[in-house]
């Protein structure tokens, strides 16, 4: 999603330093035979080491070529690069973009070179290749793992409480009493970086697709609406309900993400609506975080259909101006490959599963990736609703803020989101709006 670069940047504090160089290599190999591919990727840390660990793997393993990386900004000006660059023929000949509906937004058919059929998705598998294709056809390999959006717990309160993992909206209520009375905040929230007040909506979508399979689809036509389907409606009355009951942490709304993670991994808070992706990051001053916090989805009504939501690896793409082809398509084939996998995990600890044949976590996984793991074994996964639909509204990060801190009620909030998805949905010319 668009904010999925912004989100990394705040957790961990990076910005991009770097100006941004032009793509430079010519189509003829150096003298010594080796050929220079430019890659442009990311500015927030986790997406620097796992990119630098994918290009000094590479190069180890085929020293003919080498990787020359730039980093572009993180959010929205990031975005504008990547568009403008590729609109303007000097895009880098690899460049990390994220999955889902953003990449329809880069014109691909125009832009990208078509993988199809392709032995570099050769080790892909399949059902990640939707998020990463336009008009049928595919474009991308998986950059990284697969994350969870839904509640990050810390698992020592709730063994020194007893406490299980919720199964449904009510059991996660009647824990959050129970934790309060504990004298520990049940529900942490963050609403200085807006952005983070969304989650409760975006990763309650598995209960959403659960009670209305044909959401997606009906949304995109502009037949279905948030305000008039009571289970899309309920993740704008989760965020209700934790205010209305005390379950926040006093100052949420001046709170930054930073704070609210510390207060997790420290078990001053028990319950963070968030993304699986932030924590690898943490590790290296807060350790215990690979133990001591756990993962669930957000609970539904029906504890026979709960899950999770996941959100899709970004992905590496090869512009369509590449003059180093082959050379490029080795590059996105080992970054497809168990090999390829195994040099991001010896240098980031894998957040979730990876998307790629004969790659599984290690042993030493932290208990997040462990968690949503066990949600993929059984099935029990769906893509967050920008995998699945273009439509995103822009101010949907300042409606939950509101609704979560009890200025709009969750219905009046729903009905503002659909006003808000309008405008997008004309500007991509979408049928039915």
Same mark, same amino acid.
């Given at each position: 999603?668009?904010?999925?670069?912004?989100?990394?940047?705040? $957790?961990?504090?990076?910005?991009?330093?770097?100006?941004?160089?032009?793509?430079?290599?010519?189509?003829?190999?150096? &003298?010594?035979?080796?050929?220079?591919?430019?890659?442009?990727?990311?500015?927030?840390?986790?997406?620097?080491?796992?990119?630098?660990?994918? $290009?000094?793997?590479?190069?180890? &393993?085929?020293?003919?070529?080498?990787?020359?990386?730039?980093?572009?900004?993180?959010?929205?000006?990031?975005?504008?690069?990547?568009?403008?660059?590729?609109?303007?023929?000097?895009?880098?000949?690899?460049?990390?973009?994220?999955?889902?509906?953003?990449?329809?937004?880069?014109?691909?058919?125009?832009?990208?070179?078509?993988?199809?059929?392709?032995?570099?998705?050769?080790?892909?598998?399949?059902?990640?290749?939707?998020?990463?294709?336009?008009?049928?056809?595919?474009?991308?390999?998986?950059?990284?793992?697969?994350?969870?959006?839904?509640?990050?717990?810390?698992?020592?309160?709730?063994?020194?409480?007893?406490?299980?993992?919720? %199964?449904?909206?009510?059991?996660?209520?009647?824990?959050?009493?129970?934790?309060? &009375?504990?004298?520990?905040?049940?529900?942490?929230?963050?609403?200085?970086?807006?952005?983070?007040?969304?989650?409760?909506?975006?990763?309650?979508?598995?209960?959403?697709?659960?009670?209305? #399979?044909?959401?997606?689809?009906?949304?995109?036509?502009?037949?279905?609406?948030?305000?008039?389907?009571?289970?899309?409606?309920?993740?704008?009355?989760?965020?209700?309900?934790?205010?209305?009951?005390?379950?926040?942490?006093?100052?949420?709304?001046?709170?930054?993400?930073?704070?609210?993670?510390?207060?997790?991994?420290?078990?001053?808070?028990?319950?963070?609506?968030?993304?699986?992706?932030?924590?690898?990051?943490?590790?290296?001053?807060?350790?215990?975080?690979?133990?001591?916090?756990?993962?669930?989805?957000?609970?539904?009504?029906? #504890?026979?259909?709960?899950?999770?939501?996941?959100?899709?690896?970004?992905?590496?793409?090869?512009? %369509?101006?590449?003059?180093?082809?082959?050379?490029?398509?080795?590059?996105? $084939?080992?970054?497809?490959?168990?090999?390829?996998?195994?040099?991001?995990?010896?240098?980031?600890?894998?957040?979730?599963?990876?998307?790629?044949?004969?790659?599984?976590? #290690?042993?030493? &996984?932290?208990?997040?990736?462990?968690?949503?793991?066990?949600?993929?074994?059984?099935?029990?996964?769906?893509?967050?609703?920008?995998?699945?639909?273009?439509?995103?509204?822009?101010?949907?990060?300042?409606?939950?803020? $509101?609704?979560?801190?009890?200025?709009?009620?969750?219905?009046?909030?729903?009905?503002?989101?659909?006003?808000?998805?309008?405008?997008?949905?004309?500007?991509?010319?979408?049928?039915?709006?």
């Amino acid at each position: 999603m668009k904010t999925s670069h912004r989100m990394l940047a705040s $957790a961990v504090a990076v910005l991009a330093t770097a100006a941004l160089a032009s793509c430079g290599s010519g189509s003829e190999p150096a &003298a010594d035979g080796t050929v220079t591919l430019s890659f442009m990727t990311g500015s927030d840390q986790s997406t620097v080491d796992t990119s630098k660990a994918l $290009a000094d793997a590479f190069m180890k &393993a085929d020293p003919t070529i080498k990787i020359d990386m730039e980093h572009q900004p993180g959010g929205s000006e990031g975005d504008n690069v990547v568009k403008t660059r590729l609109s303007t023929g000097e895009m880098t000949d690899v460049f990390w973009y994220n999955s889902g509906s953003l990449l329809q937004a880069l014109n691909p058919a125009q832009t990208l070179v078509d993988l199809t059929g392709d032995p570099v998705l050769a080790q892909v598998q399949p059902d990640y290749l939707p998020v990463v294709s336009h008009d049928g056809k595919a474009y991308g390999v998986p950059a990284t793992t697969m994350g969870g959006g839904g509640i990050l717990y810390n698992r020592k309160v709730y063994e020194r409480l007893g406490l299980e993992v919720p %199964r449904t909206w009510a059991d996660f209520m009647a824990n959050n009493d129970t934790i309060k &009375a504990a004298g520990v905040t049940p529900v942490i929230s963050t609403f200085k970086d807006t952005w983070t007040s969304q989650i409760f909506v975006l990763a309650d979508y598995h209960n959403v697709q659960a009670a209305v #399979p044909g959401f997606a689809a009906d949304y995109t036509a502009g037949k279905a609406k948030f305000a008039t389907t009571p289970a899309a409606t309920g993740g704008f009355q989760h965020l209700a309900d934790v205010h209305a009951k005390g379950h926040l942490n006093k100052g949420f709304g001046s709170a930054t993400l930073d704070q609210g993670l510390k207060m997790l991994v420290e078990g001053e808070g028990a319950h963070y609506a968030m993304l699986s992706q932030l924590l690898p990051p943490l590790l290296e001053t807060y350790p215990q975080t690979a133990t001591d916090v756990g993962y669930f989805g957000i609970p539904g009504d029906d #504890p026979a259909a709960g899950g999770a939501t996941v959100w899709e690896p970004a992905a590496l793409y090869i512009a %369509r101006t590449t003059e180093h082809l082959d050379a490029a398509k080795k590059f996105l $084939a080992f970054v497809a490959s168990p090999a390829g996998t195994e040099a991001v995990t010896a240098a980031v600890q894998p957040s979730g599963p990876y998307r790629i044949k004969g790659s599984k976590l #290690p042993e030493d &996984a932290i208990q997040v990736a462990k968690d949503l793991q066990a949600y993929i074994d059984r099935g029990a996964t769906t893509p967050a609703l920008e995998f699945l639909s273009p439509i995103k509204g822009p101010s949907l990060e300042q409606i939950t803020v $509101a609704v979560g801190s009890g200025l709009t009620q969750p219905a009046e909030g729903a009905a503002q989101y659909d006003k808000d998805v309008e405008k997008q949905a004309r500007q991509l010319g979408l049928a039915g709006w």
